[in-house]
């Protein structure tokens, strides 16, 4: 199958292998780091807007998966080109953002309505019923986004060598759990939202 108005760049496949391995690795790093160091910011520097921003980021991440499906199934490639484009620039955006966040705010945990970083009784007991709820679809958006993140490049890869029917078949497992990802992110933000100091 060729699409002439799509333009591939085969000869820059292996490079683009290599980059993405390097990526996906320095982003796994950096997310377990992350959650073990804490760096030092100005007092002025407020980023309690992040979560939101981030919220935000995966919805439009989802939405442009979406159009990404409708324009294929209407034969539309360079549409979905664009979409798929789209929808990796927002989770790119998103990924920074998450970073930033984390690397500078202590974590929000669901059901500290005081903010003190503890569940005390009284705040567990309040939340026994929604918490494994709320820790099932986190713990799914996060392993999911970390597994999926060298498979999406990769199957962008593979759409940009011109290596359509591989690039099918791939998206046909990574698209859902993309957009699962982009979705269940906004959730657990409206979940957790009260939590924020």
């Known amino acids: ?4 108005q799509l333009k591939t760049y085969p000869d820059q496949e292996r490079t683009l292998k290599i980059l ?5 690795a320095a982003v796994l790093l950096l997310v377990v780091a992350m959650r073990r160091y804490t760096l030092p910011v100005p007092d002025a520097w407020d980023v309690g807007f992040l979560p939101a921003v981030n919220a935000t980021l995966n919805t439009l991440t989802a939405v442009a998966l979406v159009f990404s499906l409708y324009f294929i ?3 539309n490639v360079v549409a979905h080109r664009s ?8 989770s790119v955006l998103f990924l920074l953002c998450y ?5 500078t705010t202590p974590e929000v945990k669901f059901g500290d309505i005081d903010h003190d970083g503890l569940l005390s009784v009284t705040e567990s007991a309040a ?3 929604t918490r494994p709820v709320y820790l099932m679809i986190l713990l799914s958006h996060i392993a999911l986004a970390a597994i999926l993140l060298p498979f999406i ?4 890869l593979r759409a940009l060598a011109g290596k359509y029917e591989l690039h099918r078949k791939m998206a046909r497992v990574v698209w859902p759990l993309w957009l699962y990802v982009a979705i269940t992110g906004p959730v657990v933000y409206l979940m957790l939202r009260v939590y924020y100091p």
């Open 73 to 75: 199934k209407n034969k």
């Open 127 to 129: 939340v026994a019923g």
């Open 153 to 156: 490049l990769l199957n962008t």
């Open 99 to 103: 970073v930033v966040y984390h690397f």
């Open 83 to 90: 979409a798929n484009g789209a929808a990796l620039g927002f």
């Open 1 to 4: 199958m060729s699409y002439p």
């Open 20 to 24: 993405i391995w390097a990526v996906s």
